[in-house]
């Protein structure tokens, strides 16, 4: 089951999309306007799974919204269908610019409504690595890196990021525990790119505990330091009394010896143009 955030000044319309939508299995969630909307994605909750979002709203029109969704790690990987009663090229252009990947003219047709649907949902979950992080996945992240790495004059940095002793960390703790300590690192990460970033930085969950993060070569510092230093107090909590203590914990090697580790931490690759 998806969820989509249905975002319309009209409740007749909202109603209708909710009414042609829910028979195909999707939880529909409504707001009224821009503010509510930035609001509803704002909260510490897992975010909709796709936004249909009108052009002409009220106060924060649909073009603002889109553009903050953009600014925001934790939400710029979501798709956008908008909706429009208007059909210039000028309109879509500025709307794609802003973020949209699709557009319905209104009135539409459910049939129509439900197809574009669809086919922003597929792509989205061929691209989106799991939903343990919401983040983008392996194949957006090779999107992404191509578009920042086009320009060999750019200003452009890759930082390449991970869970430190995570396998054993597994193998000691479960992969339960595993997966909120994935959370856990994806959460200092946004949290990092939202203080020390740029607004179009951009986030990804390649696959286990390993993230990418495009930058600029000014913030790589910033951003690392600020991850690291902010998992690292999450850390101790996901260890026994005993292994915070030592600063360590035991855990089995591929070779099947007993060994001790220290804990979890975040390290970081990166690769830049700048010239040496």
């Given at each position: 089951?998806?969820?989509?955030?249905?975002?319309?000044?009209?409740?007749?319309?909202?109603?209708?999309?909710?009414?042609?939508?829910?028979?195909?299995?999707?939880?529909?969630q409504?707001?009224?306007?821009?503010?509510?909307?930035?609001?509803?994605?704002?909260?510490?909750?897992?975010?909709?799974?796709?936004?249909?979002?009108?052009?002409?709203?009220?106060?924060?029109?649909?073009?603002?919204?889109?553009?903050?969704?953009?600014?925001?790690?934790?939400?710029?990987?979501?798709?956008?269908?908008?909706?429009?009663?208007?059909?210039?090229?000028?309109?879509?252009?500025?709307?794609?610019?802003?973020?949209?990947?699709?557009?319905?003219?209104?009135?539409?047709?459910?049939?129509?409504?439900?197809?574009?649907?669809?086919?922003?949902?597929?792509?989205?979950?061929?691209?989106?690595?799991?939903?343990?992080?919401?983040?983008?996945?392996?194949?957006?992240?090779?999107v992404?890196?191509?578009?920042?790495?086009?320009?060999?004059?750019?200003?452009?940095?890759?930082?390449?990021?991970?869970?430190?002793?995570?396998?054993?960390?597994?193998?000691?703790?479960?992969?339960?525990?595993?997966?909120?300590?994935?959370?856990?690192?994806?959460?200092s990460?946004?949290?990092?790119?939202?203080?020390?970033?740029?607004?179009?930085?951009?986030?990804?969950?390649?696959?286990?505990?390993?993230?990418?993060?495009?930058?600029?070569?000014?913030?790589?510092?910033?951003?690392?330091?600020r991850?690291?230093?902010?998992?690292?107090?999450?850390?101790?909590?996901?260890?026994?009394?005993?292994d915070q203590?030592?600063?360590?914990?035991?855990?089995?090697?591929?070779?099947?010896?007993?060994?001790?580790?220290?804990?979890?931490?975040?390290?970081?690759?990166?690769?830049?143009?700048?010239?040496?």
């Amino acid at each position: 089951m998806s969820r989509i955030l249905v975002v319309d000044d009209e409740p007749l319309i909202v109603e209708i999309i909710a009414e042609t939508l829910s028979p195909e299995g999707h939880e529909i969630q409504k707001v009224y306007n821009g503010e509510d909307a930035i609001k509803f994605l704002n909260r510490d909750q897992e975010p909709p799974d796709l936004v249909l979002l009108d052009l002409m709203l009220p106060g924060m029109d649909g073009l603002e919204v889109s553009r903050q969704m953009q600014q925001d790690a934790r939400l710029n990987h979501i798709p956008i269908i908008m909706l429009t009663a208007k059909t210039a090229t000028y309109d879509r252009k500025t709307g794609y610019q802003k973020g949209a990947d699709d557009y319905i003219t209104k009135p539409f047709d459910p049939d129509e409504l439900i197809l574009r649907v669809r086919t922003q949902l597929q792509h989205l979950h061929g691209v989106k690595d799991t939903d343990l992080t919401n983040l983008p996945g392996a194949e957006q992240v090779q999107v992404a890196i191509r578009e920042r790495t086009a320009d060999p004059e750019g200003d452009w940095a890759i930082v390449y990021a991970d869970i430190e002793n995570f396998r054993a960390y597994n193998q000691a703790y479960s992969f339960a525990q595993g997966n909120k300590l994935v959370q856990k690192a994806a959460s200092s990460l946004i949290k990092a790119i939202e203080e020390k970033g740029n607004a179009d930085d951009f986030l990804g969950h390649i696959s286990g505990s390993e993230f990418v993060v495009l930058t600029s070569i000014d913030k790589c510092q910033g951003i690392t330091e600020r991850a690291g230093e902010l998992f690292s107090k999450l850390v101790p909590d996901f260890f026994s009394k005993q292994d915070q203590t030592k600063g360590s914990f035991t855990s089995v090697s591929r070779q099947g010896d007993i060994v001790r580790l220290p804990l979890v931490s975040l390290s970081f690759d990166i690769v830049d143009n700048s010239v040496d």
